[in-house]
């Protein structure tokens, strides 16, 4: 078989290019090992900045300006105070609360819907001739059938335990990474929401988010130990964990329906593109959840290489394409520190000194009380402006 762009992974990276691509005229194959069930309804943030809104505004039929909410701040909680951080006074913008399964379903919909080549239950088992202009992609189907889709060039949107990742990086694991001696502890329950904005608090016993999904469901993590059984507690001892953690607010409880430990990594590939082959979002790097970076920063990726594509593949221009993985680190490396800082402000570390928990409070006040230090994490927050380099 033979087309333009071969994507593996139909996550959201993969599938906004697809559609980005296809708006330009470029053909391609989306393939995912997955089914489309397990996809939609894998857990994810609900966090979109205002440049993924924007984008996703051009995918026909996407509901995150519609159904999703704008939220315009943030509270940070910690010794017992709040602390709102205003989003449009200091930079204009804001995010959009809209659980990211959703969009990724509106993005299955819309492609099935415009003809996509989109296909579920294959597995790509191998990238090969990366350095030629036929690049090929070793694939079995869910029926055990093998076969190969010989393309100008594939993208790995396949997530963190990317296949395509070997073959630009020449390892499975080539990159910079970092491991963190914590996890959260996430939770859906049936409840209106506890607060209006989200809540980031730092207490002594660990940091909690207090989240939304729905006017009816809620989302709330606090920290744990990342060796935690996710049948350790039961729902009232949730419940007490939570509520300890958020001194000031009480939270409305609801039945839990959903459980599950998120573990803290931070990663990036050393290579993210190497001749016909290129890498995006999770296959590319992974980010600690605090701060909600893992999407958007995606979302990021696959806008700059849809440019370089475009350029490589409509005009025959190299320059885009071989300019693409400085452009993408740059944006990835701010997002890194960014989620980093947030983990290391927000969360107690179980070695902390009495020296290394008030320079922590020193810190979170560094922020608070601070117009430059507010106006840094709205920036951050909801994202730096996209740059395009069509
Ligand atoms: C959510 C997750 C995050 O990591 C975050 O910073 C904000 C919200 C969420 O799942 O709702």
């Known amino acids: ?3 333009r762009v071969a994507i593996v992974g139909a996550g959201p990276a993969g599938l906004l290019l697809s559609h980005l691509l296809a708006e330009a005229g470029i053909e391609s194959i989306v393939l995912d090992r997955r089914t489309r069930e397990e996809i939609e309804s894998t857990v ?3 966090i979109l900045e205002q440049g993924t809104v924007e984008i996703l505004d051009t995918v026909p039929g996407s509901r995150a300006r519609t159904v999703g909410h704008r939220h315009d701040g943030i509270e940070f909680r910690f010794a017992g105070e709040g602390h709102r951080i205003d989003f449009p006074s200091h930079v204009g913008r804001s995010v959009w609360l809209y659980p990211q399964h959703e969009a990724l379903t509106d993005l299955i919909a819309a492609r099935l819907a ?3 080549d989109l296909r579920f239950g294959v597995t790509a088992d191998r990238v090969d001739d990366v350095d030629t202009a036929t690049p090929r992609v070793f694939c079995t189907a869910a029926d055990g059938t093998r076969f190969e889709i010989a393309a100008d060039f594939v993208v790995g949107a396949d997530g963190s335990r990317s296949v395509v990742r070997t073959a630009v990086t020449g390892s499975h694991t080539g990159g910079s990474f970092r491991e963190y001696p914590f996890a959260w502890f996430g939770i859906l329950c049936e ?4 607060s209006e904005e989200l809540i980031y608090s730092n207490s002594p016993d660990g940091f909690a988010l207090i989240s939304q999904r729905s006017d009816t469901v809620q989302r709330m993590y606090f920290q744990c130990d ?11 001892q949730l419940w007490d964990t939570l509520q300890a953690r958020v001194p000031g607010t009480t939270l409305r409880e609801g039945p839990i329906f959903q459980r599950d430990v998120l573990r803290f990594r931070s990663f990036v590939a050393h ?3 190497h001749g016909r082959a290129a890498l995006v979002g999770d296959a590319a790097h992974t980010v600690p959840p605090t701060g909600a970076k893992g999407m958007n920063l995606a979302v990021a990726d696959v806008i700059l290489l849809n440019d370089a594509l475009q350029g490589l593949l409509l005009r025959g221009d190299e320059a885009p394409i071989d ?6 680190l740059r944006r990835i490396w701010k997002a890194q520190h960014f989620s980093w800082w947030m983990t290391s402000m927000l969360h107690a570390s179980p070695d902390a000194s009495e020296f290394d928990r008030l320079r922590q409070l020193g810190e979170l006040r560094s922020v608070v009380e601070s117009d430059a230090g507010q ?3 709205a920036e951050a927050y909801t994202g730096w402006p996209l740059q395009r380099t069509l």
């Open 375 to 377: 106006r840094y994490l």
């Open 226 to 236: 990342p060796d935690t059984d996710v049948d350790a507690y039961s729902e009232a």
């Open 271 to 273: 290579e993210l593109r």
């Open 323 to 328: 300019a693409y993985a400085e452009a993408a």
């Open 1 to 3: 078989e033979r087309t």
């Open 114 to 116: 415009a003809g996509q």
């Open 191 to 194: 409840a209106p929401p506890s």
């Open 44 to 46: 994810r943030a609900g």
